[in-house]
T-cell receptor, first 116, second 115 residues
Framework: DTGVSQNPRHKITKRGQNVTFRCDPI?????LYWYRQTLGQGPEFLTY????????KSRLLSDRFSAERPKGSFSTLEIQRTEQGDSAMYLC??????????????FGPGTRLTVL | SQQGEEDPQALSIQEGENATMNCSYK?????LQWYRQNSGRGLVHLIL?????REKHSGRLRVTLDTSKKSSSLLITASRAADTASYFC???????????????FGKGTHLIIQP
């Protein structure tokens, strides 16, 4: 079990540029979640997938944000036309959903985005 | 929006003492989870307690849940310097498939263990 991995760990970009982050979940996990965390705050839910289907999107996920999980394994989160307010830590989590498991979510180390 | 509110926001105690953190939430939940986060790092899952459970133990951790008061507490016994971190409670509701949807986190309690 290698855990959830995220790449890159840090990203610095200029306002207006597009960025893409990748998340590789724990291999047998069928659910994948994206969260955003700003300094001094708890993580805020953005969206989640069960296998390749995107089941829920937060209102925080503006039109500039898009997430995919094309084969039900890794996922990408893209932010278009970045703004300074997008600067945050982007966290990915995965879980193995079953009626008995309680759906514990395991988090990756995060990608820290800085928009200049 | 953040549903959970941890209390206190910051806590500093001596090594060996017990640390208690509280969490209050607003809506009905399916489960409540506690996570630890070291500075600038990802979250580590500590314990999950379901809405029909009242108390749960894991090593030096004890979690209680009072659904009538919409509150939970996390007790860390015999604290160690390595326990220094931020602690978050997160509430989960059940989606239409029966699994948890996105967790709702509080702002966290920053715990400092003085050696």
């Amino acid at each position: 079990d290698t855990g959830v991995s995220q790449n890159p760990r840090h990203k610095i970009t200029k306002r207006g540029q597009n960025v893409t982050f990748r998340c590789d979940p724990i291999s047998e996990h069928n659910r994948l979640y994206w969260y955003r965390q700003t300094l001094g705050q708890g993580p805020e839910f953005l969206t989640y997938f069960q296998n390749e289907a995107q089941l829920e999107k937060s209102r925080l996920l503006s039109d500039r944000f898009s997430a995919e999980r094309p084969k039900g394994s890794f996922s990408t989160l893209e932010i278009q036309r970045t703004e300074q307010g997008d600067s945050a830590m982007y966290l990915c989590a995965s879980s193995l959903f079953s009626p008995r498991s309680g759906d514990t979510q395991y988090f990756g180390p995060g990608t820290r985005l800085t928009v200049l | 929006s953040q549903q959970g509110e941890e209390d206190p926001q910051a806590l500093s105690i001596q090594e060996g003492e017990n640390a208690t953190m509280n969490c209050s939430y607003k809506t009905s939940i399916n489960n409540l989870q506690w996570y630890r986060q070291n500075s600038g790092r990802g979250l580590v899952h500590l314990i999950l307690i379901r809405s029909n459970e009242r108390e749960k133990h894991s090593g030096r951790l004890r979690v209680t849940l009072d659904t009538s008061k919409k509150s939970s507490s996390l007790l860390i016994t015999a604290s160690r310097a390595a326990d220094t971190a931020s602690y978050f409670c997160a509430t989960g509701t059940m989606d239409s498939g029966g699994g948890a949807d996105g967790l709702t986190f509080g702002k966290g309690t920053h715990l400092i263990i003085q050696p």
